[in-house]
């Protein structure tokens, strides 16, 4: 049974579309010098009509497996994250299930919105050291532009939304010095109702799930209240990465990489500041990629991997925040 679980392979997959905040412009009132002042955004992808999530995750996914040195029959479960499932049920790891031909291996869905890739390994990484599972597919895949609400409640938040997938493979370390070494996984669920979206569901008060009356008065739209997403996403992230540093006595000269989740660029230049990171050890890609919610980890992640800012041997730092709330953070030995 192995002592240390790592990250055997990585991968991503971006739609090709690229919408600029002009682009943005011709969908509902707001304007390039806004989006960029307020977010720092500059351009995302945005899937075609007929493109899903798990259209998304299947080529993410198999990039990451071969990236591992790995065929698809040699993983032994699928963990999926998406706040933007093919259908409302069942999970949409069964869709991804189905395209990659993974015959009868356990797939599920969790819904930890932006910290999906860490509450994913985090379950991974207890698979592998437990012996129950060796090889565990992780996949964060978002389209969010089709959940975009171009009303006055609704469009602040979708000026920042962009599409994508990304995954990691976790398997057993052959070196007890790579691979996960803390995490530290956090919710604050009292404060769920500052970013979310009430409809469908059953806490509505009335006996249908969803009906004319939620789309009308935009229920099936995220909402959010701003100032406390901010000031939490901030103040979350920094401690996340204090509680890595602290837990395991280093400093960010031991650090190679720090890779955060991307909510916006503003929010990310508040954590710099106040957490005092240095800017060559932090990856920094949502001016051009947007908020991709859970994808964005894995994508950057990927990403940093494949511009060789992280090596073998290397420490990264993880942190994440999202809706719920939730947070967490993870150092690994790559």
Not at 19 to 46: A, L, P, W, Y
Not at 247 to 260: F, K, R, S
Not at 304 to 326: M, Q
Request: glycine share 10%; with cysteine; aromatic share 6%.
């Amino acid at each position: 049974m192995p002592t240390t679980s790592r990250i055997l392979g990585t991968g991503h997959y971006l739609p090709e579309k690229v919408v600029t905040n002009f682009d943005i412009e011709k969908m509902f009132e707001t304007s390039d010098e806004f989006i960029v002042t307020r977010t720092g955004v500059r351009e995302r992808r945005h899937a075609e009509a007929n493109v899903s999530a798990s259209d998304l995750a299947v080529l993410a996914s198999r990039a990451a497996v071969d990236d591992a040195g790995l065929t698809m029959d040699q993983i032994d479960c699928i963990i999926m994250n998406t706040i933007t499932p093919d259908h409302n049920d069942p999970g949409c790891a069964f869709f991804l299930h189905e395209k990659l031909n993974a015959g009868t291996i356990p797939a599920f869905d969790i819904r930890e919105q932006c910290c999906g890739l860490l509450y994913g390994m985090a379950m991974a990484d207890s698979f592998v050291r437990t012996g129950m599972y060796r090889h565990v597919l992780v996949v964060c895949s978002e389209v969010l532009s089709k959940r975009i609400d171009g009303s006055y409640d609704g469009r602040n938040i979708s000026i920042l939304f962009g599409d994508g997938a990304g995954a990691v493979v976790v398997g057993p370390s052959d070196d007890p010095d790579r691979g996960i070494k803390t995490t530290f996984l956090h919710a604050e669920g009292a404060k769920a109702r500052a970013l979310y979206t009430a409809a469908p569901g059953t806490a509505l008060g009335k006996m249908s799930f969803l009906d004319k009356d939620d789309i009308d008065t935009g229920r099936i739209y995220f909402r959010m209240i701003g100032k406390e997403v901010f000031e939490n996403g901030v103040a979350r992230m920094c401690e996340g990465i204090e509680e890595i540093l602290a837990a395991n006595n280093i400093g960010y000269d031991d650090i190679d990489l720090i890779v955060p989740h991307q909510p916006n660029l503003r929010m990310l230049e508040a954590i710099i500041e106040r957490s005092k990171i240095p800017l060559d050890k932090i990856i920094l890609n949502v001016d051009k990629l947007g908020n991709i919610a859970s994808a964005c980890l894995p994508i950057a992640l990927d990403q940093a991997r494949k511009e060789g800012r992280i090596k073998p041997g290397d420490l990264i730092l993880l942190v994440g925040f999202g809706s719920g709330f939730v947070w967490g953070s993870m150092l690994v030995r790559m």
